[in-house]
């Protein structure tokens, strides 16, 4: 996949900085539709499902819980996860790690920057054209699972902590992944094996979001409307400002993370393996005109040699819905188009 890459562009928490916040956002950078969409107001009470990972877990709960989980995929494609066993100390070290590297000085941040026809490093993603729009963040992105995935000279060494932390964390949750996994793989009535398959050994690749605050918050993205392309998402909101955004019924509704909660959803992957009965969901990511957002997603896909197509024991009886590729393209096709939606998904279907 080292022959994706995203062009180059202006970092913008330098951009916002140089500007005071900038009064005048730069025209690649105004979004008409950010203004002009629905959100769901506060009154609507709209609120992701919450499900306790302690009560999947205990013989005398987990059938309710389950159930939760199975209604949470099929009818949100998000929910909350509570009660995780991801100890607390590592989270919040994982935190302190991110807000340090972002608060270096330019030219520090820049010796880790993305490598031309490279995903990885400090930079953006899915710039595909010199005049297309432009999202208002600056991100890190690395392939952190399995281990000869990783490209670790694009890992920042400072903070002095940095890479040691991001090996934990990444260990950390893809074991949460692996388990939650499983249990859908049971919702879905599938043998456990069938799913293990194509997730030994699987790809985990880490997101770090960095939202500068904006004067004229109101009139750009900081995340570009999307669905993942993976399996299972996993993302930790690193401070206090909310930004993240799900489609709910042709609204925007905003997501209030949980104190130590991860805000979990479900990826392409898993809307094609299961032929559709669970559903990838459209989301954005907002900004603040006071304080910069930071968050951290984890993304969690089958293994490089897993083929991508909707799995035979959940299509008997039912039309295909999806075609099958490589992973390897499946991936190539993702990260060389633009964001837009689920356009990309709709590439996929055999019926639009």
């Not at 790690?97 to 400090?122: H, M, R, T, W």
Request: hydrophobic residues 40%; contains cysteine.
């Amino acid at each position: 996949m080292e022959s994706v890459g995203s062009l180059p562009v202006a970092k913008v928490q330098a951009l916002a900085a140089a500007s005071n916040g900038l009064n005048e956002v730069p025209p690649r950078y105004l979004r008409p539709e950010a203004e002009a969409d629905p959100v769901a107001r506060d009154g609507d009470s709209l609120e992701i499902p919450v499900i306790d990972m302690s009560r999947l877990l205990q013989s005398e709960s987990s059938r309710d819980e389950s159930t939760k989980l199975n209604l949470a995929c099929e009818q949100w494609g998000f929910f909350q996860l509570i009660n995780h066993n991801i100890p607390n100390e590592l989270i919040e070290r994982m935190k302190v790690v991110i807000e340090e590297f972002f608060k270096l000085p330019l030219e520090v941040k820049e010796q880790f920057a993305q490598l031309p026809g490279s995903l990885e490093g400090y930079g953006q993603l899915f710039v595909i054209s010199k005049d297309q729009k432009l999202d208002w963040a600056d991100i890190l992105y690395f392939n952190t699972q399995p281990l000869n995935q990783r490209n670790t000279r694009l890992w920042p060494t400072q903070p002095p902590t940095f890479r040691a932390t991001l090996d934990e964390y990444s260990q950390e949750l893809n074991k949460t992944a692996d388990c939650l996994l499983g249990l859908i793989a049971k919702n879905l009535g599938l043998n456990s094996e069938i799913l293990t398959d194509k997730t030994k050994e699987g790809i985990q690749s880490v997101r770090i979001n960095y939202y500068p605050p904006c004067l004229q918050a109101d009139k750009v993205l900081g995340f570009s409307p999307h669905s993942d392309a993976d399996l299972l998402t996993l993302v930790l909101q690193v401070n206090q400002v909310q930004g993240l955004q799900i489609k709910n019924n042709g609204k925007w509704v905003p997501v209030k993370p949980l104190p130590g909660a991860f805000i979990v959803n479900v990826g392409d992957v898993f809307e094609i393996f299961s032929n559709g009965r669970y559903k990838s969901i459209e989301h954005r990511a907002v900004v603040s005109t006071e304080k910069e957002r930071l968050s951290v997603a984890a993304f969690h896909s089958p293994n490089i040699d897993a083929m991508i197509g909707p799995l035979p024991e959940l299509v008997r009886g039912s039309e295909l819905n999806y075609m099958t590729v490589d992973h390897e393209n499946f991936m190539k096709l993702f990260f060389s188009a633009r964001l837009d939606g689920k356009s990309f998904l709709d590439r996929m279907k055999l019926r639009k």
